[in-house]
């Protein structure tokens, strides 16, 4: 055997033994009764689960066109895909309204509908919770305390009341579950009536409260707030679960069924992203006029871990981290299968969570079917919700 010969044997077996040796699959443990799914840092090939994702651009609505203006679409506050491909966008809940906008598979402008009001499909005050599994559109009337189902052509399908003793708190507030459930985020409160935290729990349909999944502190005094970028509780759910992590006491995320009970434990290092250059500058100038903040701010070196959860009809997990592509300006997500696996890392939408805790701008990012939607605020100050498609491979 000549010298090449015996050299590339050997490169061709130390290839073979670090491959051999890199882990095809995370390695699993019970904690606690509960099985932990310990991910490493890059992703792992699952069969039957993709190894990439293709998204394709169909259509913008742009809320700087003046054909979507004349619509009455001044701001996005939340957005659902239904069944068919189509776009559904909550706009601003000031005014009269109409606070609802439907567009078709193409982009096309539908029907806009709900109203301020006092009358059966009317509202005093929406808070708005996205579209059920069965295509219902629920809107939480705060003013008046009831909860009302309509379909996407405006009609009013039912009327719940609901009780006022569970106060409601946050963006997330409310959201109804594929099995008929609630999950709601809610004040925690103290003898005399006192906020002492806010939590997430899971109630049935009549309202009674199955299980809490996590809860955390409140600040007792705002004044005393000096840093904005701090590790909020997540959560989000699919159509097979509900997905929380209180990031203040690490980043594993829990993974519950539809009633709340614990299934198992994701667990995956993070890498910190420092933040850039300049970012304190541009927080500060983005701060509504007079705000406290302003003068006792005091920032890290580093974001949290991530900021944001989303999933797909298929139970896909998808973790929006702090990190930003370059190319695009979107959210680096890390996505995980059903079963708890890192299977990809893909840039996706524009969540930004400080801009949700400052001024209420969330840039929200939804995912079904093979369709993708996510929210973009253009340089202009004006919003765009651009939908496309996705392909798996």
Known sequence: MNRLAIVLLFLGALFG??????????ERVLENGVEVVINGAEPYPVEGEPRALEVHEEFRIDLEDEAVAALGLSDVVQIALNSRG???????NQGQGPFVFVFDERGAFVRAFLRRGQGPDEVEYPRFLGLT???EIPVHDTGTGKLKFFNDEGGLLRTCAFPREIRTAGRFGLNVLPNGNYLAQ???????AEIRKIAFGVFDPDFRKLRDLLAWELLQNPDELENPVIPFPVIGNSRLGIYACNQSEGTDISV??????????????FAPVELPVGYEKTLREGMPPGLLLAKTLK??????AFQYFFADDDGRLFVATYEKDLKTGQNMCDVFSPAGVFILRVPLGYFDFIKMFLDGRPGDVVIRGDRLACVHEKE???KEVIVSSCRWF
């Open 380 to 382: 202009s100050g004006f």
């Open 17 to 26: 033994a670090c491959h051999s040796s890199a882990p095809r699959a995370p």
């Open 86 to 92: 189509g776009m559904i966008v909550f706009g601003s």
């Open 299 to 304: 920032l890290p070196r580093s974001f949290p």
């Open 133 to 135: 599994a069965q295509g």
């Open 186 to 192: 809610y004040f925690v409160l103290a003898d005399g």
């Open 256 to 269: 519950f069924d539809l009633d709340g009970r614990r299934m198992r434990t994701i667990r995956k290092p």
